[in-house]
């Protein structure tokens, strides 16, 4: 679909349910909110797809959207009903996913708006510092010193 909303729109029209899966557990809004497609992520939203549907990795839309630097949906997400303390199956968060993709900004709005992440670890027992950038990973410690 490619971020094509008119087309997406029609299938919708003809019963096609927003949450449908591929064989690897991905819906139109995993790949919508990957590529950063906001108004597709936005109409699918509206039309029923459900914010926390996992792929069969445990992945969610907010997972692929943070780890591909994309703040707006990102927010649209979280307004939307999505957690952001899901993990998927390598134990990581969305702010994993923020911090090791190198998204700085991304990862200081998912920060400041839920505090509690940073303390998070993964399966292997890294936090979202452990796995940033080292120019992030001091923004995060100084910001956990302030929190």
């Known amino acids: 679909m490619d ?4 087309r997406v729109q029609r299938f919708v029209e003809k019963g096609t349910d927003p949450n449908l ?8 809004l995993h790949y919508s909110s990957r590529h950063g ?14 914010s926390n549907a996992q ?17 707006q949906v990102v927010q649209m997400l979280l307004e939307n ?13 969305a702010l994993h996913k923020a911090a090791e993709g190198g998204h700085r900004d ?13 303390e998070l670890r993964d399966g292997r027992g890294h936090t979202a510092a452990d796995l940033a950038p080292s120019s992030i990973a001091q923004v995060f410690l100084s910001q956990d010193e302030n929190v």
């Open 81 to 93: 009903g999505a957690d952001p303390t899901k993990t998927d199956s390598d134990g990581r968060t």
């Open 21 to 28: 899966a591929d064989n690897f557990g991905y819906t139109a």
């Open 106 to 118: 991304l990862s200081l709005y998912l920060l400041h708006r839920y505090k509690g992440l940073l």
């Open 37 to 50: 497609h906001l108004p597709v992520c936005s109409f699918l939203l509206k039309s029923g797809a459900d």
């Open 55 to 71: 792929t069969h990795g445990g992945s969610t839309a907010l997972h692929r959207a943070a780890y591909c630097g994309h703040l």
């Open 3 to 6: 971020g094509d909303l008119k």
